[in-house]
């Protein structure tokens, strides 16, 4: 089940009758969206582009995942449309996380939410670039979280495993909660309809860790 | 609190509760895969293509415990298997039929492959009328949804959004489509194989294969093909009831029957010490004849 390539612009009022809480359900899912996707930022290698990224600090720092990035030369394009060179900071192949720095300030940040007491069944979305359309929506529930799921490669670490479409194009995006919260970087697929996230608890690690 | 929030709150319950009454069952040398608790007396019910062997089984409990399990019987014509565990104080969820249950409606697929409980979220796609599987099986409805069958999940059921069971989910009853066998098709064959450790099917003892009726019966008779009897075994119901070689069978019980799966499925356990009327083409004529029925070994 999945919300394809949601737009980010509303299309006008249009009355169709139905339920008043379908319709509170619809807003509260743009809600969290509009917190969220300012920090979406698109990864591109001259006019090609390679994945997502998520706004972690106001000053230019960006998380994506290290295969986003691995032996390009990434330019950042923001939301607003403007386009940054940017330098590779922090690289980890094993964990397949990078942070990239732009020169830019004032930038739009995300909400970390709390990704160590997520629970199968919960709402959850995934917002990137998959095969590169922008600003693409994926809705679905967290499957299971943890390390040892079955399936998916990699099985000693910890992943958020959600059910909903991700496809290349996804990676590096924020995987979000309700409220709009960054609980994930989106990593991998497992599956047509299984997408496979890092906790945002090991993103902040990562960053403690290379920062150290 | 926003909708989107109750939602997902009402989900993420949903499988906490059910997940009390989900175990790991470990019956086959791939993957483990998920069953769920029937009853308070240690009464497991899962896929019967999940457990490929009769001995050594073990289920995972919610609490963290394996402890061995036997098989009590499966119908693999319906991918049905139970299991009992000397396990107590087992969470019995609730199990209900498919009342109220609409296309549209929101669905999750729950399993216990490894430790912890899953779940896939997805609509119910088609509810449809009896059906009967490749193996015969009769399903009291079609229930098909598009929710993800993540490994293990066989076995496993398929939960409302208030945390009711509607029935387990197969993956192979139908290759490419998650189809759930509905707790009105599973309560009789629990039942059934808790008394008699099997289910009872009826025999006739023929071999058949299809044939195109001439085109006069085919109008006359509403359909385009019969079975042609190619094998009539030695004192079986079939050749004590008159049966021959040739006779081409067109109806059992008033239901006709075209391809050997519907003589199959229309030979069903409360038919076994009965007779069944069947119709057939003989000489280019059509005849009746009462058969009693036999039980298969």
């Known amino acids: ?212 | 609190m926003t909708v989107l929030n109750e939602l997902s709150n009402a989900m993420a319950a949903a499988v906490e509760n059910v997940g009390a009454s989900l175990v790991r069952v470990e019956g086959r040398k791939r993957m483990s895969a998920t069953g769920v608790v029937w009853n308070s007396d240690g009464v497991i019910v899962t896929a019967s293509h999940v457990v490929t062997r009769d001995e050594e089984l073990h289920i995972g409990l919610p609490n963290g415990e394996t402890v061995p399990a036997t098989l009590v019987g499966r119908d693999p014509t319906t991918d049905v298997a139970v299991l009992r565990t000397a396990a107590k104080n087992l969470s019995v969820p609730h199990w209900t039929g498919g009342d109220g249950l609409k296309v549209g409606h929101l669905v999750l697929a729950l399993g216990r492959p490894g430790q912890n409980v899953l779940a896939t979220l997805g609509v119910v796609s088609s509810i449809a009328e009896e059906w009967h599987t490749p193996a015969g099986g009769k399903i009291d409805y079609y229930l098909q949804t598009d929710v993800t069958m993540y490994p293990g999940f066989s076995g496993g059921p398929l939960v409302g959004v208030g945390g009711e069971i509607y029935g387990i989910n197969s993956s192979t009853l139908l290759r490419g489509v998650s189809v759930t066998i509905p707790t009105t098709t599973i309560a009789p064959i629990v039942d059934t194989l808790l008394k008699h450790g099997k289910l009872r099917r009826g025999y006739l003892g023929v071999g058949s294969q299809p044939v195109r009726l001439p085109a006069a019966l085919e109008q006359q008779l509403g359909q385009e093909t019969g079975l042609l009897l190619v094998a009539v075994e030695p004192n079986s119901p079939a050749e004590k009831g008159g049966l021959m070689l040739g006779d081409v069978i067109v109806a059992l019980d008033g239901h006709p029957v075209r391809v050997p799966d519907e003589l199959l499925a229309g030979l069903t356990g409360d038919k076994v010490g009965k007779d069944a009327k069947i119709k057939l083409v003989r000489g280019g004529q059509i005849h009746e004849v009462n058969i009693t029925v036999g039980e298969r070994q």
């Open chain 1, 1 to 212: 089940m999945g919300i394809a390539a949601a737009e980010f612009e509303a299309v006008g009022e249009i009355e169709i009758g139905g339920s008043d809480r379908l319709r509170q359900l619809n807003d509260d899912i743009s809600d969290a969206i509009d917190r969220a996707y300012h920090a979406l930022v698109q990864i591109t290698n001259g006019e090609r582009s390679i994945g997502a990224g998520t706004i972690w600090h106001s000053e230019g720092l960006i998380l994506t995942n290290a295969h986003v990035i691995h032996d390009e030369t990434p330019s950042i394009t923001l939301n607003d449309g403007r386009k940054f060179p940017a330098q590779v900071l922090y690289y980890n192949a094993e964990l397949d996380l990078a942070a990239l720095s732009i020169e830019a300030s004032g930038l739009p940040t995300i909400e970390p939410g709390d990704s160590k007491h997520l629970k199968p069944g919960q709402w959850v979305m995934a917002l990137g670039h998959p095969w590169g359309v922008r600003n693409a929506v994926s809705g679905g529930i967290v499957i299971g979280m943890g390390a040892e799921m079955p399936d998916i490669p990699f099985s000693s670490r910890e992943w958020v495993v959600v059910s909903l479409h991700m496809r290349p194009g996804h990676s590096g995006g924020p995987l979000i909660d309700t409220a709009g919260r960054l609980i994930g970087i989106n990593t991998m697929i497992s599956g047509p309809d299984v997408g496979v996230a890092i906790p945002v608890h090991v993103v902040k690690k990562f960053l403690k860790d290379s920062m150290a």
